[in-house]
């Protein structure tokens, strides 16, 4: 009967130390502070895009961390595309404006990037990053608050 307990409280600590080693994001992080941020599809700050990859359609997501608003909320950022990249060769815009508007009761704004086939030089700046610039109201803040604003840009790389 003692083993069987033993046993038991054994598989217990087991399950808990891998439950707890599974999580790789905070999962009670609580903000104060309203706040738009971007990121791509999984929630990343960066990621990264195949040369080889041919009409491949990325949706990267503006999202709006806040109370419902009683106004609408634009967003305005740029899309800085490095030398080593060229539009309508290795990449298209889906999405052309470099605003989105979040009006009351929207949290999440898409911008799309097609992706071409096409090879990249490898000595060159093969990164698009996306850059919230300013928002339509300056009490939000850009990116996550605090001195780092993570998540106020999303930067890819394209690569061989």
């Given at each position: 009967m003692a083993n069987n307990n033993v046993?038991?409280?054994?598989a217990l600590m087991v399950?808990?130390?891998?439950?707890?080693?599974?999580?790789?994001?905070?999962?009670?992080?609580?903000?104060?502070?309203f706040f738009v941020s971007v990121s791509d599809e999984n929630g990343g700050e960066t990621s990264r895009v195949s040369s080889s990859s041919n009409n491949y359609v990325v949706t990267y997501?503006?999202?709006l961390v806040s109370e419902e608003i009683k106004e609408p909320l634009t967003v305005?950022?740029?899309?800085?595309?490095?030398?080593?990249?060229?539009?309508?060769?290795?990449?298209e815009f889906q999405t052309e404006s470099?605003?989105?508007?979040?009006?009351?009761?929207?949290?999440?704004?898409?911008?799309?990037?097609?992706?071409?086939?096409?090879?990249?030089?490898?000595?060159?700046?093969?990164?698009?990053?996306?850059?919230?610039k300013e928002t339509s109201d300056p009490s939000i803040h850009i990116g996550y608050p605090g001195p780092s604003a993570k998540f106020s840009k999303h930067v890819i790389t394209k690569h061989n």
């Open positions: 046993f038991k409280i054994l399950v808990s130390v891998f439950l707890a080693s599974c999580t790789d994001r905070p999962t009670d992080l609580m903000f104060t502070d997501y503006f999202n305005y950022f740029d899309v800085e595309v490095g030398d080593g990249l060229k539009v309508g060769t290795d990449l470099r605003s989105v508007t979040f009006n009351p009761g929207i949290y999440k704004r898409p911008f799309r990037i097609n992706y071409l086939k096409h090879a990249v030089d490898p000595e060159k700046d093969n990164t698009i990053r996306i850059v919230i």
